[in-house]
């Protein structure tokens, strides 16, 4: 059985790839490291992509893994790609190990009643304060339909925004980046979401015309998203008003978490999204092959 520490030991790996840098941009609650990963050239379009922020749906995280593998393979000539494989790893580390490694008794007893009284923490998309880091950002902060505002295994937006480390590593992060496009990866459903609720109509076409190039390589359903909010697509729209992205990878019908098994068949679905949308930004790519998936859609 998959357990964090196997998804911690498989991004550290990554570092000996050429081509690859790895860094840590800082530590969750419990002091675990969230790690990035650059590809490509520090100047020109960045583009920032994360994943695993809600902890069930850690095959975000595994895509991530493979993606950045597959990168790696490519020549960027322009342009660069950052990506963040784990921003929740406590609430990952629930999902896969349960209550074993934490610190302290107390912690185990409040997470546990938070949980219901359920040990398994298979269903928890929050972290380890019971946090739900996807809607902790001050965009439209505790205006989303589905906030709740007690600690909860989802959906709670903390005591006040920007109140978990997790998020304020990212926003940290993503002010030095200052990126041009930006995707969230997450499970389920194989549906782009565009459209934040800051953005002007002129805006709004941009980031629809990019969508419309993202679905043709994975043939995912694009929506305008509506009542979301607090994550760090809206962050992204409202503070930098770049393109940016959240994607639901695996079949709607499959229940949470999905596991591993599923992981080739979403790699293959979405291995050139990440080279469209940079591509989309200004960012180039010397790929023969690549180009002309690109001049097709445009
Ligand atoms: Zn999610």
Redesign the pocket.
């Known amino acids: 059985m998959l357990n964090y520490k196997d998804i911690q030991n498989r991004i550290e790996a990554l570092d000996v790839i050429q081509g690859v840098d790895l860094s840590i941009i800082g530590y969750s609650l419990l002091n675990k490291p969230i790690y990035a990963i650059h590809l490509g050239n520090y100047d020109g379009p960045q583009m920032i992509m994360e994943g695993g ?2 902890a069930r ?1 850690y095959l ?1 995280t595994l895509f991530l893994i493979e993606e950045i593998k597959y990168l790696a393979t490519k020549d960027i000539i322009n342009g660069g790609i950052y990506v963040v494989p784990m921003v929740n790893p406590d609430g990952i580390e629930l999902v896969l190990n349960g209550t074993t490694n934490l610190p302290c008794d107390i912690l185990r007893r409040y997470l546990l009643d938070v949980n219901n009284n359920n040990p398994d923490f298979s269903q928890w ?1 929050a972290n380890a304060n019971a946090v739900d880091l ?1 809607v902790n950002f001050d965009a439209s902060w505790g205006e989303g339909t589905q906030n709740v505002f007690c600690p909860s295994s989802g959906n709670f937006v903390g005591y006040y925004p920007e109140s978990e480390r997790e998020v304020n590593n990212l926003i940290r992060f993503t002010k030095e980046v200052n990126p041009s496009i930006t995707i ?1 990866w ?2 389920k459903g194989e549906v782009i979401y565009y459209g934040f609720k800051s953005l002007s109509p002129e805006d709004l076409m941009r980031d629809y015309n990019i969508a419309l190039s993202l679905s043709a390589v994975n043939g995912y359903q694009i929506i305008k998203t509506e009542g979301s909010v607090g994550g760090y697509s809206d962050y992204i729209s409202l503070v930098y008003n770049v393109p940016a992205y ?1 994607i ?1 990878i695996g079949n709607g019908a499959l229940p949470h978490p999905i596991g591993e098994e599923y992981l080739m068949e979403v790699f293959e679905q979405n291995k050139n999204v990440p080279i469209v949308a940079l591509e989309n930004v200004g960012g180039k790519f010397f790929d023969e092959s690549i180009s002309s998936v690109c001049k097709i859609i445009k």
């Open positions: 922020i809600h749906e975000s998309k996807n969230s997450h499970t959240t639901e």
